[in-house]
């Protein structure tokens, strides 16, 4: 499918229904013949050219950046730094940045709307974030501060001009860093003026360009007013996205390089500021500031986000992974030559039974270790490293096929329903069987299963469902009006669980497929 074509994901929705939402993790490129020509000599006389010059300039700016801050200890560095090292340093490593951007083909940058001032927005918050080339929006910025991993320190060069800017590392490794960083971001936002400017890509990771990521609250913490920064490549042909699947950070670096030029145009929006309700609430100020952003670019403003590594989607009231690990377990499988119908997997249902690495491989009959490993990493475990049997029994059941959706929902929700409160009128019992409801815990980890669904937002559907009665769990019969009937989840369930059916991109309810017309292997972003 194109890039722009509309319904990326309409075999999903029943007719008549909302418009499909674009799917913003997939980016693919389409060059004719002549593009593929043209691109085949400019790429072999003009990127090694623009890379090796760039490559250069990157180095030359290591210098500047190690003067502004060599001799300072990490008290001083505490404060913003000025004097001649800011004049000096400062206006070198601008220099220098943007001839390193001129050298990889970014001959104009076209700055529309008035940059705030740090007084009237301490923080500067872009988007759209497609693309490894966004850190050109700092230099009509004036090279404000950013937030970055702990981990960039290490790299040469860059972790030199993260010291020179002064950034505010997160680890992820330290579970006290975020809690660190949002103190050092209040701090420096409520400094009435002492410290520059901080930017944020409040979506945290690169998309299409289609619609916004959700915004994560780091940005909007403070409860101080901020700037949208728009951030648009208008370019006959997109060489810059850099999504979760499509071309690799390669690729995209030599296929922009081989560009004759390309212009990127950053827009200021008037200052946003929070109502007292915002204040006091990050999430509602990240939400409201992002369909502001998503207004002004004329793109949709989504729930889709990164959940670890993985990018989570939503479908009705669901929000469920572009590609569950559930798939993949049975890739792995199926290269062991395991069929899952021949696995033994009586659990006892209501009833967790925790197994350690050995006994799941003597129970799935794996006997390489690497093979073992990979598999028992797709269950959650424990502090003790074990994990509950009922998960790997339903996915086993999922990946085996053989049972239809209703019997599937039903052996869900047999393995990890719970026995009623005891305060459950006994009316309620003969009207409704057996006196078992599926809970919250037994919910998320059904949704995570099946669909990949983050636990937080399956708890807060189950939470959403259960408001129409009194009762603090769902019965059999409203969990498969929801999983099996309901004319949208139906299909989304029925199609998730066909894992087998998925590689095909024939297939119209094949969910790579639906979410953007087309079926790709997944690419690492070192390609």
Not at 84 to 112: D, M, P, Q
Not at 359 to 374: I, K, N
Request: with cysteine.
């Amino acid at each position: 499918m194109s890039q722009g074509s509309p319904g990326d994901w309409a075999p999903l929705y029943p007719t008549p229904g909302p418009p499909a939402p674009p799917n913003p993790f997939v980016h693919e490129l389409h060059l004719s013949r002549l593009q593929r020509v043209k691109f085949c000599l400019l790429g072999a006389l003009l990127a090694p050219i623009r890379v090796l010059l760039a490559f250069i300039v990157l180095f030359l700016l290591w210098p500047f950046a190690w003067l502004q801050v060599a001799g300072l200890t990490e008290e001083q560095l505490q404060e913003p730094i000025t004097g001649w090292r800011k004049t000096v340093c400062h206006n070198g490593v601008l220099g220098l940045s943007r001839l390193l951007f001129f050298l990889l083909g970014f001959l104009r940058i076209r700055v529309r709307g008035q940059r705030a001032s740090r007084l009237q927005a301490p923080v500067l918050v872009a988007a759209p974030h497609s693309t490894f080339f966004d850190p050109i929006v700092l230099l009509p910025c004036d090279l404000p501060k950013v937030v970055s991993r702990a981990e960039n320190l290490s790299v040469p060069v860059i972790g030199a001009l993260l010291r020179f800017n002064q950034a505010i590392l997160v680890s992820r490794h330290d579970p006290a860093s975020r809690r660190r960083v949002v103190e050092e971001v209040r701090r420096r936002a409520t400094s009435g003026g002492k410290w520059p400017q901080v930017l944020f890509f409040p979506e945290g990771t690169c998309s299409n360009k289609k619609a916004l990521l959700k915004f994560k609250p780091g940005a909007f913490i403070a409860g101080v007013p901020v700037q949208p920064v728009l951030i648009r490549y208008p370019n006959s042909l997109d060489t810059t996205s850099w999504a979760w699947r499509g071309p690799g950070v390669l690729k995209v670096l030599w296929l922009t390089a081989s560009q004759p030029y390309s212009i990127v145009d950053v827009e200021f929006l008037p200052v946003y500021r929070p109502s007292p309700e915002e204040s006091r609430d990050p999430t509602l100020y990240a939400n409201n500031v992002q369909r502001v952003m998503a207004q002004a670019l004329g793109i949709p403003a989504t729930e889709c986000e990164f959940v670890g590594s993985l990018p989570v989607i939503v479908v009705g009231r669901l929000k469920v992974a572009l590609e569950p690990q559930l798939w993949e377990l049975g890739r792995v499988l199926r290269k062991a030559g395991l069929s899952p119908g021949c696995v033994d997997t009586e659990a006892e249902p209501g009833r967790s039974r925790m197994i350690s690495q050995e006994e799941f491989a003597r129970q799935l009959q794996l006997s390489d270790p690497q093979m073992v490993a990979g598999a028992f990493s797709y269950f959650q475990q424990d502090a003790r490293g074990l994990v509950d049997f009922r998960d790997v029994a339903l996915a086993l059941a999922a990946l085996d096929g053989g049972r239809s959706l209703e019997e599937l929902t039903r052996l869900a929700f047999e393995l990890f329903a719970e026995e009623k409160e005891k305060q459950a009128e006994e009316k309620e019992k003969q009207a409704e069987g057996p006196g078992r409801l599926l809970y919250k815990d037994g919910f998320s980890t059904i949704l995570h299963l099946l669909l990949g669904s983050p636990h937080p937002a399956a708890r807060t559907l189950h939470a959403e469902l259960c408001q129409a009665g009194a009762r603090q769990g769902l019965s059999l019969c409203e969990f498969q009006d929801f999983s099996v009937h309901h004319p949208l989840h139906g299909k989304l369930f029925g199609t998730y669980l066909r894992p087998s059916q998925t590689p095909n991109a024939s297939s119209p309810d094949s969910v790579p497929a639906l979410a953007n017309g087309a079926v790709q292997a997944p690419k690492q972003k070192g390609d």
